[in-house]
């Protein structure tokens, strides 16, 4: 089976597991596998299975604007209220409490606030807190996908289902060929302001399972392209971000390009990454000889970043972490802008 074939039916199976389970019971249902690592012994799964460990933020489910719970007075039906929204502020009123903060309070920490305020109306009263509607915990897909877009994150879900869900990766023809469009080495997931360690080509061009986490509350997918042919500065230029590829560019040409070193640039020494964000290839360039006519310049290629650090390093070890986090942050930035609107926190 070809690798195009099988990333097929993988999304399409889990296109079907998505759409036939139903929506999670806010204290009820698990979640998240661990996230991948070399010595997990976790079981592979398209979907997130019962018997999956939930995540930290599902063992402390929280409501939040957008989240709508049914209310009711223990031994008093004609208080029932259906589908009580939280609102953009955060607050709910139901009957004489009105205004209570409800966002970032659990089901029980709500029941008993609000227990806590009827009390001065009613004797010992027992409010009822059923969860109608959970809509506050969202994700956002960006980049080479079909449905760009923030998504709530109505129950568990892996990248798999999440991809699925915005309708795959896009596609594009090559020849006679359909191929996907989307540049798995550059591609990432970025949760609490971190990337984790997960590798999407190993996911759909080896079927690891392994690769494929549970998606959780304000995670960043984002699919780079592969029909772009960009060369990345960042760091400590003047104007950091994406160059258009033009016939063989170099690294101080490439720097120049936007606006040259800045002043607390480190001069000595261009660090290019090459390649994968999980397994990269690295050039230590040597640019304080270039400019100094010691050495040629060095040859870029399509998607290399080049970054300029403002403090001294001998080894790529050194400031590898940084030059990705700042290729992250950079996309983050400008795709988040485009599409959704500044909703994120930049990446740590």
Same mark, same amino acid.
């Given at each position: ?6 990333? =097929?039916?993988? &999304?399409? !199976? *889990? /296109? ?11 204290? @009820?249902? $698990? ?34 604007? =957008?989240?709508? &719970?049914? !209310? *009711? /007075? ?11 929204? @939280?609102? $953009? ?164 040409n490439a720097i120049a390009a936007r606006g040259g070193f800045t002043e607390k ?84």
């Open positions: 089976m070809s690798n195009y074939s099988f990333r =097929g039916w993988i &999304v399409g !199976l *889990a /296109l079907s597991i998505w759409s036939a389970t139903p929506l999670f019971a806010a204290d @009820v249902q $698990p979640a998240s596998p661990p996230l991948p690592s070399a010595t997990s012994n976790a079981p592979a799964s398209l979907s997130v299975g019962p018997g999956a460990k939930r995540a930290a933020w599902q063992q402390r489910l929280t409501l939040g604007a =957008g989240d709508t &719970v049914n !209310l *009711a /007075l223990f031994d008093h039906p004609e208080s029932a209220q259906t589908e009580v929204p @939280v609102g $953009p502020d955060g607050r709910i009123s139901f009957l004489q409490a009105r205004d209570v903060t409800a966002a970032g309070l659990t089901i029980d920490e709500l029941r008993a606030k609000l227990d806590e305020t009827l009390g001065n109306f009613y004797q010992n009263p027992r409010t009822v807190v059923i969860p109608a509607v959970i809509r506050s915990k969202r994700y956002v897909v960006l980049g080479a996908v079909t449905g760009r877009g923030v998504y709530a994150l109505e129950r568990p879900m892996t990248v798999i289902e999440a991809i699925a869900r915005a309708g795959g990766l896009e596609t594009g023809l090559y020849g006679t060929r359909t191929v996907e469009m989307a540049d798995l080495q550059h591609s990432f997931l970025v949760r609490n302001g971190q990337r984790l360690p997960i590798d999407f080509e190993r996911l759909f061009q080896r079927g690891d399972l392994s690769q494929n986490v549970a998606i959780e509350p304000d995670d960043y997918l984002y699919f780079a392209s592969a029909g772009v042919n960009e060369i990345y500065v960042l760091g400590e230029v003047q104007n950091p971000g994406a160059l258009v590829f033009a016939p063989n560019p170099t690294v101080l640039a480190y001069r000595h020494r261009v660090l290019v990454v090459r390649g994968s964000l999980n397994h990269p290839q690295t050039f230590v360039v040597e640019s304080a000889a270039i400019l100094s006519g010691k050495a040629k310049d060095f040859q870029l290629q399509p998607r290399d970043i080049v970054f300029v650090s403002h403090s001294a390093w001998v080894t790529a070890e050194d400031v590898l972490d940084t030059a990705a986090r700042a290729f992250i942050q950079g996309a983050i930035v400008t795709l988040t802008t485009r599409n959704v609107g500044p909703l994120l926190p930049l990446i740590k």
